[in-house]
């Protein structure tokens, strides 16, 4: 690295490009399993209370299923995520509960789209495409 | 009191912050545990919608200790910078250069976000002791 050279990393720019994608087919799986996870925890919600007022136990039962099983999807693709962008605890810790409180998912991924996510495919597209050095005369 | 490197490596463990988030996990895992238990008592007595959480509060409790594990593991041995960081010469926050004598107003846009993302990432590293901000 102080060199200066782009040799010695031990990264082909194909195995980077490869790197580049799963990062990209990571990210929008977090994000879709990210906005349906929180949808379905809405509809939940929604149940849940109306359950106060008509006494339909089944209704809610079933989006529960449904909503665990969802979660523990979510579980793997963002810790997967958050593995490959390299986050720290905390953050980490908060996009995994997110799935688990109403909204937040949408909040959260917001805030970790904006402060990690952008950013590193930002790096990751200077990175795979750099700039190609001037030839010598 | 010094011990052996090899003891060394291993103290961070017992720094009051990383006790902190042992006690923390060892707790998650005892109340999963416990919901999980409770749920099997509620499937035996003939809720059949509580077998899927009597399997589920468990796999959240593995993947807790899964969870932990991993910090520590990235604790002792923190984690490579993926490709493209270290290409762009993460931990340093350095800027890539593409070869000698490139001039410096050549950055497009997405170069000058990334550069204010490492040097951002930098910042919290340093402010917070090492990869995972748990020291």
Redesign the interface.
């Given at each position: 690295m102080a060199g200066g050279t782009v040799s010695g990393s031990g990264h082909t720019p194909d195995e980077r490009a490869k790197e580049v994608r799963r990062v990209r087919l990571n990210v929008v799986l977090y994000r879709v399993m990210a906005y349906v996870t929180g949808v379905v925890l809405i509809v939940l919600c929604v149940l849940a209370i109306m359950q106060a007022f008509v006494n339909d136990e089944a209704a809610v039962s079933v989006v529960g299923q449904i909503h665990g099983g969802l979660y523990i999807v979510y579980l793997l693709v963002a810790f997967s995520l958050c593995r490959r962008l390299r986050l720290p605890t905390w953050p980490t810790v908060a996009v995994l509960l997110a799935g688990t409180i109403p909204v937040m998912t949408f909040i959260v991924e917001r805030w970790i789209s904006h402060r990690y996510i952008d950013p590193a495919l930002a790096g990751a597209t200077a990175a795979a495409n750099p700039p190609v050095p001037e030839p010598r005369s | 009191m010094s011990g052996s490197p090899e003891a060394s490596r291993w103290r961070f463990l017992i720094t009051p912050k990383w006790l902190a988030w042992h006690a923390l996990v060892i707790l998650i895992v005892v109340g999963m545990g416990w919901l999980g238990y409770w749920q099997l008592r509620r499937a035996e007595a003939g809720n059949a919608?509580s077998w899927?959480?009597t399997f589920?509060w468990p796999?959240f409790a593995i993947?807790t200790v899964v969870?932990w594990v991993?910090?520590v593991r990235d604790e002792i041995h923190p984690?490579a910078?993926?490709?493209?960081?270290?290409?762009?010469?993460l931990p340093?926050g350095?800027r890539?250069?593409?070869?000698?004598?490139?001039p410096d107003g050549?950055e497009?846009?997405?170069?000058i976000?990334?550069n204010?993302?490492?040097a951002r990432l930098a910042k919290?590293?340093r402010g917070?002791g090492r990869?995972?901000?748990?020291r």
């Open positions: - | 919608l899927a959480y589920e796999l993947f969870f991993k910090t984690p910078p993926t490709s493209w960081q270290e290409e762009a010469g340093a350095a890539q250069r593409g070869g000698a004598g490139e050549e497009d846009g997405d170069l976000a990334y204010a993302y490492l919290e590293v917070h990869w995972h901000g748990l």
